[in-house]
């Protein structure tokens, strides 16, 4: 082609002159003091002299340098800048991926329930791969992250490998990675994890009632962030990503109340949970140092807890039959066992709906009163004390 390759492997070799030496077509070798060699395409855009260095002489030939120029062409050509088509772009971590993935879907335009549950599988569950190349993660990283909450929490199992595998589909929708999704179900994990059907999903294994106070004495003796979050959770009853999420402007310690919004509840309504004496020194304990708005802080700024730090923090304490959500059917037992409180009265501590549409619409009212003197005889049955409530009328 008439005015390109000027320049000859044998000739190029040769020359040692200071300064630029064409080869045609905007690419140049560029000769420096004490004989340095390297390639350089040049243009002009706008009327601004631009340029991008090719490589050192010794490493790129002079074929190399002439396909690297053609593809500089190529882009203006094209109207693209041949810097950005030239330079390759830096590999893709997964968590590259997972923010990308994040801004994209919009998360502040989702509920804030929903919105935590993207930010835990991200941020808190997929930690192991963060610093993955995203097209590196293969289906036995998926399964280390996977395999310890399948059966023990399998909402949350079902949830994690969803967002994990519409993560990885977005890797792939950017040509950040050409592999096979890792997370995918049909054709990929299903082969390996037992599928979670209403069929087959076990109920949460709950520690016997007559067991936790000889557990909580040995969780007050921890100092750690999770034993408070564990022991609030279990003397509250609620479920463990309430209590995480629990953030100060949501109690009034003064009347002994934490309201929890509707949009955080699965259920869809504001839930008012009387706090007994020992949950109320928690809140109390937790707020003399605040780090952030959550009650129960995180590592990362401003974030809650991670919702594997409680069932984390029972395997080390080397407690293999229950898990932290199963604290809910022990109080539920405890309550049907040892009390006399009416199962409404029960029902209604775990946020459960009693009776037919037509009989919640006639009784609106929540309890309280009830559920709080329920809540503190749960108290002391946890500290396996008798303790001095003021008689509630």
């Given at each position: 082609?008439?005015?390109?390759?000027?320049?000859?492997?044998t000739g190029?070799?040769a020359?040692?002159k200071?300064?630029?030496?064409?080869?045609?077509?905007?690419?140049?070798?560029?000769?420096?003091?004490?004989?340095?060699?390297s390639w350089?395409f040049?243009?002009k855009?706008?009327?601004?002299?631009r340029e991008?260095?090719?490589?050192?002489?010794?490493t790129v030939?002079?074929?190399?340098?002439?396909?690297?120029?053609?593809?500089?062409?190529?882009?203006?050509?094209?109207?693209d800048?041949?810097k950005?088509?030239?330079?390759?772009q830096?590999?893709?971590?997964f968590?590259?991926?997972?923010?990308a993935?994040?801004?994209?879907?919009?998360?502040?335009?989702?509920?804030?329930?929903?919105k935590?549950k993207?930010e835990?599988?991200?941020?808190?569950i997929?930690?192991p791969?963060?610093?993955?190349?995203?097209a590196?993660?293969?289906?036995?990283?998926?399964l280390?992250?996977?395999?310890?909450?399948?059966?023990?929490?399998?909402?949350?199992?079902?949830?994690?490998?969803?967002?994990?595998?519409?993560?990885?589909?977005?890797?792939?929708?950017r040509?950040?990675?050409?592999?096979?999704?890792?997370?995918?179900?049909?054709?990929?994990?299903e082969?390996?994890?037992?599928a979670?059907?209403?069929a087959n999903?076990?109920h949460?294994?709950a520690?016997p009632?007559?067991?936790?106070?000889?557990?909580?004495a040995r969780?007050?003796?921890r100092?750690?962030?999770a034993?408070?979050?564990?022991?609030?959770?279990?003397?509250?009853?609620?479920?463990?990503?309430?209590a995480?999420?629990?953030?100060i402007?949501?109690?009034?310690?003064?009347?002994?109340?934490?309201?929890?919004?509707?949009?955080?509840?699965?259920?869809?309504?504001?839930?008012?949970?009387?706090?007994?004496?020992?949950a109320?020194?928690?809140v109390?304990?937790?707020?003399?140092?605040?780090?952030?708005?959550?009650?129960?802080f995180?590592?990362?700024?401003?974030?809650?807890?991670?919702?594997m730090s409680m069932?984390?923090l029972m395997?080390?304490?080397?407690v293999?039959n229950?898990?932290?959500h199963?604290?809910?059917?022990?109080?539920?037992d405890?309550?049907?066992d040892r009390?006399?409180?009416?199962?409404?009265?029960?029902?209604?501590?775990?946020?459960?709906?009693?009776g037919?549409?037509?009989e919640?619409?006639?009784r609106?009212?929540?309890?309280l009163?009830?559920?709080?003197?329920?809540m503190?005889?749960?108290?002391?049955?946890?500290s396996n004390?008798?303790k001095?409530y003021?008689?509630?009328?």
């Amino acid at each position: 082609m008439s005015g390109l390759h000027k320049l000859t492997a044998t000739g190029a070799k040769a020359l040692t002159k200071t300064g630029r030496h064409s080869d045609g077509g905007g690419l140049y070798l560029r000769i420096q003091g004490g004989g340095r060699k390297s390639w350089l395409f040049m243009w002009k855009r706008n009327g601004v002299q631009r340029e991008i260095g090719l490589g050192s002489f010794q490493t790129v030939t002079l074929k190399a340098a002439r396909q690297k120029a053609q593809i500089a062409r190529d882009a203006l050509a094209r109207g693209d800048d041949p810097k950005v088509t030239l330079t390759p772009q830096a590999t893709k971590t997964f968590l590259d991926a997972a923010k990308a993935c994040l801004i994209a879907r919009d998360l502040d335009s989702l509920n804030p329930k929903t919105k935590r549950k993207w930010e835990r599988t991200a941020f808190e569950i997929a930690k192991p791969l963060h610093r993955k190349p995203v097209a590196d993660v293969k289906r036995e990283d998926i399964l280390k992250i996977l395999t310890p909450i399948w059966q023990a929490t399998p909402e949350t199992g079902r949830n994690v490998r969803s967002h994990l595998e519409i993560i990885f589909n977005y890797a792939k929708g950017r040509e950040w990675s050409d592999a096979e999704n890792p997370a995918l179900w049909k054709g990929g994990l299903e082969a390996v994890l037992p599928a979670l059907n209403r069929a087959n999903v076990k109920h949460h294994p709950a520690m016997p009632y007559d067991d936790v106070p000889a557990f909580i004495a040995r969780l007050r003796g921890r100092p750690a962030v999770a034993a408070r979050a564990l022991e609030f959770t279990i003397l509250t009853a609620v479920r463990t990503s309430e209590a995480l999420d629990a953030v100060i402007g949501e109690f009034d310690l003064d009347a002994g109340i934490w309201t929890i919004p509707a949009e955080r509840m699965k259920s869809g309504r504001a839930h008012t949970v009387p706090l007994s004496y020992r949950a109320i020194e928690i809140v109390k304990e937790m707020r003399s140092a605040p780090v952030s708005e959550y009650v129960f802080f995180g590592q990362r700024p401003n974030r809650p807890l991670s919702n594997m730090s409680m069932l984390m923090l029972m395997r080390r304490m080397k407690v293999e039959n229950a898990v932290p959500h199963g604290f809910r059917s022990t109080f539920r037992d405890w309550a049907g066992d040892r009390t006399q409180y009416a199962r409404e009265v029960a029902e209604a501590a775990l946020s459960h709906s009693v009776g037919d549409i037509v009989e919640r619409s006639y009784r609106r009212g929540n309890a309280l009163e009830k559920r709080r003197s329920l809540m503190r005889e749960w108290d002391k049955h946890l500290s396996n004390e008798s303790k001095s409530y003021d008689k509630v009328v």
